[in-house]
């Protein structure tokens, strides 16, 4: 089975993808440990 193309991705998600790295790249973004991440969502639910 070859998922690729059974389940292309959308145009957009290309154009996304590119936008988050320019935003990393330029320190915009705060990367956490997904240890860390789990911790805040779920404070912000609670």
Do not use: C, N
Not at 6 to 24: I, N
Not at 38 to 43: G, I, N, W
């Amino acid at each position: 089975m070859d998922t690729e193309t059974e389940y292309p991705s959308p145009a957009w998600h290309g154009t996304e993808l590119k936008q988050t790295e320019q935003e990393f790249l330029a320190g915009q973004i705060e990367v956490l440990d997904w240890q860390e991440a789990k911790k805040e969502l779920r404070s912000r639910f609670e």
